[in-house]
């Protein structure tokens, strides 16, 4: 069994090397308004996605370069006082958790409270809530 006969040939060198200049000016042309990048990227004889690639490549460089801190200042919680409005009744809808139960005063005030509401505690706010 023989081997057939391979001729390689050689291919002309298609790529060329960038300088970090030249890249630049590509790159801030790109940026330049009303001027598309695949218009930029034919002009300089090179493709799209490399011309993206660059981009990225130089604009993290930049973002890495520069630490960027903002001044924080933590203020207090503020604390928003609400007039009393009569409070209008909710269009009706089911009820999530048995044992609810909705306890509407004169004044037109409602309380919901579950089954597991402390006895002691709610007749205290129905005291403060019947004082008014």
């Not at 890495?64 to 209008?88: D, G, K, N, S, Y």
């Amino acid at each position: 069994m023989t081997m057939p006969r391979v001729e390689v040939l050689p291919l002309m060198e298609r790529r060329r090397r960038w300088s970090r200049e030249e890249k630049e000016q590509i790159v801030a042309a790109s940026f330049e308004p009303g001027v598309t990048a695949s218009e930029v990227a034919r002009r300089a004889g090179i493709h799209t996605s490399q011309l993206f690639r660059w981009r990225k490549e130089l604009c993290e460089r930049a973002d890495a370069a520069e630490p960027r801190l903002v001044p924080v200042e933590i203020a207090p919680p503020m604390v928003v006082e609400t007039a009393a409005a009569p409070e209008q009744r909710p269009p009706l809808r089911r009820r999530r958790k048995a044992g609810l139960i909705e306890i509407e005063l004169k004044d037109g005030h409602r309380l919901r409270v579950d089954r597991e509401v402390d006895a002691e505690a709610l007749r205290r706010v129905l005291d403060v809530l019947g004082r008014r």
